[in-house]
Nanobody
Framework: QVQLVESGGGLVQAGGSLRLSCVASRSILSLNRMGWYRQAPGKQRELVAVISRLGATNYADSMKGRSTISRDNAKNMVYLQMNSLKAEDTAVYYC?????????WGQGTQVTVSS
């Protein structure tokens, strides 16, 4: 079992930045990977960025160059730094962890970008 708690969402103007945080209930080094997904109203949940246990990262094309996923192993935390935010980035952002072939999700944090 893995519990995930996100924080850091909010309202930001277009062009601004936000940093999302996610704390896991167990060592993130025991997890296959962690990542961030988002879901906008009326749309499917989509990948934003992931980081593997070995530190390899992958980003959605829409977020490349505008976001950075990172982690703090000692604190069991993963971060998503997002810059140059656009109105279309508005969504609920979910932290995800894969552990023993199962996916775990946080409750989500709302990010709203005003244009």
């Amino acid at each position: 079992q893995v519990q995930l708690v996100e924080s850091g969402g909010g309202l930001v103007q277009a062009g601004g930045s936000l940093r999302l945080s996610c704390v896991a209930s167990r060592s993130i080094l025991s997890l296959n990977r962690m990542g961030w997904y988002r879901q906008a109203p009326g749309k499917q949940r989509e990948l934003v960025a992931v980081i593997s246990r070995l530190g390899a990262t992958n980003y959605a094309d829409s977020m490349k160059g505008r976001s950075t996923i990172s982690r703090d192993n000692a604190k069991n935390m993963v971060y998503l730094q997002m810059n140059s935010l656009k109105a279309e980035d508005t969504a609920v952002y979910y932290c995800n962890a894969q552990y023993e072939l199962k996916d775990y999700w946080g409750q989500g944090t709302q990010v709203t970008v005003s244009s």
